[in-house]
Nanobody, 134 residues
């Protein structure tokens, strides 16, 4: 069983930074594509970033491109989301998702894949709240 635990959310002023962590247990990151999603009140869940273990490639939604950076630490089996120049519209619950097959962002070419395939379904963390407000 794969478990995901997010942390690092909180209250930050506009222009500030936060780093979110997603600790993955139960499967190595090499067998997973990892993505970050967010959901603001009364809005649909948004796919914002993903990272491939196949080649280390990363993808971002236009709304966060240039401000957010996804990375991973294989030794810690952890994926990070560095968020800089935060805006009030970034306020949301941020979720980590692990998929043994693929993760697609909105762009047709923005697909993340694992290094190798073990099959199975996807997994979600419980989320961490980010509030950007002065």
């Amino acid at each position: 069983q794969v478990h995901l635990v997010e942390s690092g959310g909180g209250l930050v002023q506009p222009g500030g930074s936060l780093r979110l962590s997603c600790v993955v247990s139960g499967r190595t990151l090499d067998a997973l594509a990892i993505g970050w999603f967010r959901q603001a009140p009364d809005k649909a869940r948004e796919r914002i970033s993903c990272i491939s273990s196949s080649d280390g490639s990363t993808h971002y939604a236009d709304s966060v491109k240039g401000r957010f950076t996804i990375s991973r630490d294989s030794a810690e089996n952890t994926v990070y989301l560095q968020m800089d120049n935060l805006k009030p519209e970034d306020t949301a619950v941020y979720y980590c998702r692990a998929d043994p097959n693929r993760i697609d962002l909105e762009s047709p070419l923005a697909t993340c894949r694992p290094r190798y395939y073990l099959g199975g379904g996807d997994y979600w963390g419980k989320g961490t709240l980010v509030t950007v407000s002065s």
